[in-house]
Structure formats: structure tokens, C-alpha cells
């Protein structure tokens, strides 16, 4: 392997580790108070899950943009793939925000159907650049798929 290719691996997978825990930031301040007195379906995996499900994720996205990042910024798809990516990936730090630092779970349920359809729309262009890269972006898309059902469902069970 190219050692270009492993270091634009390492800062995609850092840069999307920091969005993370930035993203932790917001959820934290509101995970032991606000969130715990929310009623949550049956489902509701147990808090201590999301943190390492998140961080498997976040390693997988940013293995997945460095692999469509070594294909080289000279190519339009490369870039409009990137550009797919960073829109999601701050929407995906938006959501934290909106839910647990601004409590406001019908606006986070619409900023997580967006996050979603900008997964899918990166998924669409990963694929054209490199469809590994694609694929590694399926786990994420699902997992976002069940917090979206988990937020219509606290937003439905607390309305």
C-alpha cells in the first residue's frame, strides 16, 4: 500500500473520530438528565451501546472517504463524493445538537431524515468513485435508519 493511501485513511478516520466526539459533547450534557426522563420504546438499546457502535462507525466512514479521497481531488466525482460526505457528516453532529443540546426532538427527527437521505446520496457517488468504499458506508446508513425510527418514536411517545 502507498503511504499517501494509509495517511489520507489516518486523517479521514481522525477527522470523522473528531466530529464524534465533538458530537459527544453535545449528547453528553443531556444523556443523564433530559434523556433519561424521556419515555423510549421497547427497543431502546441501553446507553452504554452507542458509544462504542458510534466509534466503529466513525472509523469505518473515514476509512471509506480516505479510500475515495486517494482516488485523487483532480476528479469531479471525487470531489462532489467529498462534498456529499462533509455535508453529511455535519449534519450528523447537527442531529446531536438539535436533539440532546436544544431538546427539540420533532426538529431533530427532520434534521435525521435529511442526514439520511445525504447517507444515501453519498453512498450513490462513493459507488462511482470506489464501491468498497460505498459498501463501508452501508453499516452507518443503517444505524442511522434505526435512530431515525427511535427518534420518530420518542418524539411520538413524548408529544
Known amino acids: 500500500m502507498k503511504k499517501t493511501f494509509l495517511v489520507k485513511i489516518l486523517i479521514s478516520v481522525a477527522v470523522c473520530l473528531l466530529m464524534g466526539f465533538l458530537a459527544s459533547i453535545a449528547t453528553q450534557s443531556s444523556v443523564d438528565t433530559w434523556y433519561g426522563t424521556l419515555k423510549k420504546p421497547f427497543f431502546t438499546p441501553p446507553n452504554y451501546l452507542f458509544g462504542p457502535v458510534w466509534t466503529v462507525l466513525y472509523i469505518l466512514m473515514g476509512i471509506a472517504a480516505g479510500m475515495v479521497w486517494s482516488r485523487g481531488l ?4 471525487v470531489k ?15 442531529w446531536s445538537i438539535v436533539f440532546f ?12 431524515i435529511l442526514l439520511f437521505t445525504l447517507i444515501l446520496l453519498t453512498i450513490k457517488w462513493f459507488n462511482v468513485v470506489n464501491k468498497k468504499a460505498a459498501y463501508l458506508l452501508v453499516p452507518y446508513a443503517l444505524w442511522v435508519f434505526f435512530a431515525m425510527v427511535l427518534n420518530f418514536e420518542i418524539w411520538r411517545l413524548n408529544s
Open 74 to 77: 483532480h476528479h469531479i466525482w
Open 80 to 94: 462532489t463524493a467529498l462534498y456529499h460526505f462533509l455535508f453529511q457528516l455535519l449534519f450528523n453532529a447537527l
Open 101 to 112: 443540546s436544544l431538546q427539540e426532538i420533532v426538529w431533530a427527527l427532520l434534521t435525521i
